[in-house]
């Protein structure tokens, strides 16, 4: 009877071992998974801080200064604040990081837009800087003519030339 009890109470010991085991891997789990997420917001805001250090700096074709600079060098050198190198033109920076869909964008996520003649091929880029709902969504961008400025993504004029969105920090 004796031994009876003790291999019962053994095993019920060992299951709330198991138990204890899981729950203290599930803590750790759920503390990596927190401070990932903190990692990326900390970068995502370094980047958008960037990016909005330019605003009001005129649109220049080819240009990444505070001279001048267009969509993708805007985008170039906020990521530059990371250590991000991003490549120099907008259908290059198309082809990086993962697809998101236009209602998933989140801060920091590279928004493209065709505002060409070709309504297919992707001549834009900005960062989307502030998400306050699913169709109000601000984005910064080199304005060929304002200059820097952010915008609503949901816009007139940008809700019809939006093609994808990309999200750079994971």
Not at 24 to 40: E, Q, S, T, V
Not at 152 to 166: E, G, I, K, P
């Amino acid at each position: 009877m004796m031994s009876i009890d003790f291999k019962r109470k053994t095993k019920i010991n060992q299951i709330s071992l198991h138990r204890g085991v899981l729950f203290i891997f599930i803590l750790i789990l759920f503390n990596a998974c927190g401070a990932a997420r903190k990692a990326r917001e900390a970068q995502v805001n370094e980047v958008i801080k960037a990016a909005r250090s330019f605003t009001g700096t005129p649109y220049k074709y080819g240009g990444t200064t505070r001279s001048g600079m267009d969509c993708s060098g805007l985008t170039g050198n906020a990521y530059k604040a990371v250590n991000l190198t991003l490549p120099r033109t907008t259908d290059g920076q198309a082809t990086i990081g993962q697809k998101v869909k236009r209602k998933k964008v989140q801060p920091g996520d590279l928004v493209f837009f065709a505002t060409g003649e070709k309504k297919r091929d992707i001549t834009h880029v900005g960062i989307v800087t502030d998400v306050r709902s699913r169709s109000e969504v601000k984005f910064i961008h080199a304005s060929t003519s304002l200059g820097v400025v952010e915008t609503d993504m949901y816009s007139s004029y940008y809700r019809t030339r939006f093609r994808t969105a990309r999200r750079i920090i994971e």
